[in-house]
């Protein structure tokens, strides 16, 4: 009868194997510190693109938020248009970080890999318009027409591709609600700012200059509605993978970064 000899692992391996796993933990801590930090430039977004108005603001006179766009800030018209360009230029910078950040996070929650980088790309996007437009202030014509003006038409995607990456993740509630009504208000906002509304009064035969009235003093008010529609949910999309994020490090569950 053969008798079985269990022999202990001697302390070097110990040592070493436990050395290793420290190694593991810190650099899976390191990543998760990295990808925190850049999802909170995602939350930062739309503070930063109201922010940097409300501080350009006090230097254009008799400035109206309701009636004057926001790239009107940083034209010659004011006296310090710096404020404004440099604002945009660190919403965009804002928005490049934050793409880096939401694509490592979705990748590690298990969201396909087109999804988790077309939503990277759209904020990607999204940074490059908010750059050009600092770069290059009214009355320049690549302020609207530029290449890189061109190149930040993903903005459009956000508030549809940001819903779609995170849905499975924030599962319902009160997150699922706010995309769902911030979609309804872009639906609704659409055929006001598309002129969709204006032909079909035209067609119709119909006097609308009450409206037209409006259109041409509420075009700054109608802008910052869409801003709100576009950047509010990186925020909050941010927001929501940073919790799971922050969730997943303190139950000491390994998630892929």
């Not at 693109?49 to 008799?62: H, K, R, T």
């Not at 009160?174 to 208000?185: E, T």
Request: glycine share 8%; net charge positive.
């Amino acid at each position: 009868m053969l008798n079985t000899i269990h022999s202990e692992p001697s302390p070097a391996l110990v040592e070493e194997q436990t050395s290793r796993i420290q190694i593991e933990r810190a650099a899976r801590k390191g990543t998760a510190t990295i990808t925190a930090l850049l999802l909170r430039m995602g939350i930062a977004v739309p503070f930063l693109y109201f922010g940097a108005q409300l501080a350009a603001a006090p230097f254009f006179p008799g400035y109206s938020f309701l009636a004057r766009d926001a790239s009107t800030l940083g034209s010659p018209g004011s006296t310090l248009p710096a404020v404004f360009n440099i604002g945009a230029i660190c919403v965009g910078i804002a928005s490049l970080l934050a793409a880096w950040g939401f694509l490592r996070a979705l990748r590690s929650f298990g969201v396909g890999k087109a999804l988790a980088w077309l939503t990277a790309l759209a904020l990607f996007s999204s940074a490059l318009g908010d750059i050009n437009a600092g770069l290059f202030p009214l009355p320049d014509p690549r302020h609207a027409h530029g290449v890189l003006a061109t190149c930040g038409i993903g903005v459009f995607l956000l508030p549809f591709i940001l819903p779609l990456a995170t849905w499975k993740l924030v599962r319902g509630g009160r997150v699922a609600a706010y995309f769902v009504a911030n979609l309804a208000a872009l639906f609704a906002l659409f055929p006001v700012m598309s002129g969709m509304v204006q032909r079909l009064a035209i067609s119709a035969g119909m006097n609308m200059q009450w409206y037209q009235s409006f259109l041409n003093h509420d075009q700054g008010l109608l802008q910052r509605i869409f801003a709100l529609i576009v950047f509010v949910p990186v925020a909050v999309s941010a927001w929501v993978l940073l919790h799971l994020l922050q969730r997943n490090e303190s139950s000491g569950l390994r998630v892929r970064l």
